[in-house]
């Protein structure tokens, strides 16, 4: 027997089993019921939430015979019985004459609607109304939409059309405004996992809770999507598909990886972050799938963290935001591996790993907040350094002078690279509010008697010693220290 796809088996026969579009499926039954239906429908929506399946529904429905008498007789329907997929005309819907479907994608001239549309004239030849089902509308020539909407301005009678499509924008106002527009929501995974389950137990098909979920991550709204991928792992798994088959069959890494490389970046461990990339490269994935499996997994951890009320995000937006970058430059490069590795272990470096000379510079006074300003400025220049190489210079040449009312005062000993951070200033700016959270600006000045900031090439515990006694002395004797 030929394997029956579950994509197949699992489209709706009955309103009632039209997932996660209650909103629509409740008002078409109300609209059926009271005999209230329009000739001409425009289904929106992403791909693979419904919308070809509710057309065929709706169609099916419109011919029912019982559907039929329910009307005649005003009794109210449920969602269960539309249609009722038993009498002759539901048994015959599917070789129908009188239901014509096309593909506006590959059917995008005028002599192909006309001829496809042609026996919208004619009457019908055993249904009660004959039914045209064209996808994805917005692909049409304009010809042929005029065409189109000749015939919905003045219907034939007996005539009803259902017109999908995924780009309402690209459709014709004068289309829009002439159609019942049904809105198709993204169907959230919360809604996808327990049905793929439910559809798993009717068809005898082991699945287990952990894969459902997972899959039903993956499909991103889409229903269609959520049933290929499981017809996918159900050919490929054993008895049970669990969730790794899930991720084998889709070739993707590990929730478990993904989270031993998250865990290892956030606790600066860099030798755990070698230990959990070399994993996940040894398991035969690629870097990009890598890197994109981990900006998925930290966008969920972003959501789950905004359900709890937390709204620190500084870390896990410059992690994401260095993922990304390190994907664009994987792209067409030999070492996409190195690549990945790298932007890990610089996530991994300790976020400041030299202290400041603790110069009682000219400028300051008591009431500013140095260390504040100096933590923003060091952890800005770190990432102004992952886009400029040259932004190094910066960071070890300046001096932190004043924090006041959100001026930053970063003084250089010599013009040269104050007129570097001067050039950059806009970027640093940029990304000094997304580490500060708020607005930063930058005052950048030229002080040929600045004391160099000595410490930050010096190593531990020299460097401390150093601080403290810079600290204890006047700034005058620091500058002699150091010549
Ligand atoms: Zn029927």
Redo the contacts with the bound molecule.
């Keep these: 027997m030929v394997y029956e796809a579950l994509y197949t088996r699992g489209r709706p026969k009955t309103l009632s089993q039209l997932i996660g579009q209650e909103h629509i499926s409740n008002a078409l039954t109300r609209a059926i019921s009271s005999g209230r239906l329009s000739h001409a429908y425009l289904l929106v929506g992403t791909r693979g939430t419904g919308k070809t399946s509710t057309a065929r529904l709706l169609s099916k429905a419109m011919n029912?015979?019982?559907?039929h008498d329910a009307q005649l007789a005003g009794r109210p329907l449920d969602k269960k019985e539309i249609?009722?997929?038993?009498?002759d005309?539901?048994r015959a819907f599917d070789s129908s004459p009188d239901n014509v479907e096309f593909d506006a994608a590959s059917n995008r001239s005028v002599e192909d609607v006309t001829r496809l549309l042609s026996t919208a004239y004619l009457a019908p030849l055993r249904a009660r109304i004959k039914t045209f089902i064209i996808d994805e509308v917005h692909m049409l020539s304009f010809e042929a939409v005029n065409s189109i909407l000749k015939l919905i301005e003045e219907p034939p009678p007996n005539v009803a059309f259902f017109l999908a499509t995924t780009e309402l924008n690209k459709v014709p106002m004068t289309i829009r405004s002439r159609c019942q527009v049904l809105n198709f929501r993204l169907i959230p995974p919360t809604v996808i996992a327990p049905y793929l389950l439910t559809l798993a137990r009717r068809l005898s098909v082991g699945l287990q809770e952990e894969a459902a979920k997972k899959i039903a991550r993956l499909a991103e709204g889409s229903m269609r999507d959520a049933l290929t991928y499981l017809d996918q792992c159900y050919a490929m798994a054993d008895k049970e598909i669990t969730l790794d088959d899930v991720n084998e069959t889709l070739g993707l890494i590990s929730d478990e990886n993904l989270d031993e490389i998250i865990s290892a970046v956030k606790a600066k461990d860099r030798t755990a972050v070698g230990r959990a990339i070399t994993n996940a490269f040894r398991s035969g994935l690629s870097a990009n799938v890598i890197a994109e499996s981990l900006i998925t997994r930290l966008r969920d951890i972003e959501f789950d963290m905004l359900d709890g009320g937390n709204k620190n995000f500084v870390e896990l937006d410059n992690f994401i935001d260095a993922l990304r970058k390190s994907a664009v430059e994987m792209n067409g490069s030999g070492i996409p591996d190195i690549i990945l590795e790298m932007t890990l272990m610089k996530l991994a470096a300790p976020i400041q790993n030299f202290v400041m000379p603790v110069v009682s510079a000219p400028i300051s006074s008591p009431s500013e907040n140095l260390d504040a300003g100096r933590k923003i400025f060091y952890d800005t220049a770190e990432k102004l350094i992952g886009e400029v190489a040259d932004a190094r210079f910066i960071r070890d040449k300046a001096v932190v002078t004043g924090f006041i009312n959100e001026t930053l005062t970063v003084a250089f000993k010599s013009k040269f690279y104050a007129d570097m951070l001067v050039k950059a200033q806009k970027d640093f700016e940029q990304l000094a509010a997304q580490v500060a959270g708020k607005t930063i600006k930058l005052s950048v000045v030229v002080d040929e008697k600045l004391p160099p900031p000595v410490l930050n090439n010096m190593t531990e515990p020299a460097r401390s010693n150093l601080a403290n006694s810079m600290e204890i002395l006047h700034a005058v004797d620091a500058v002699k220290i150091n010549n």
Excluded: A, I
């Excluded at 029912?64 to 559907?67: G, K, N, S, T």
């Design positions: 029912c015979d019982r559907v249609p009722c997929n038993k009498c005309s539901c």
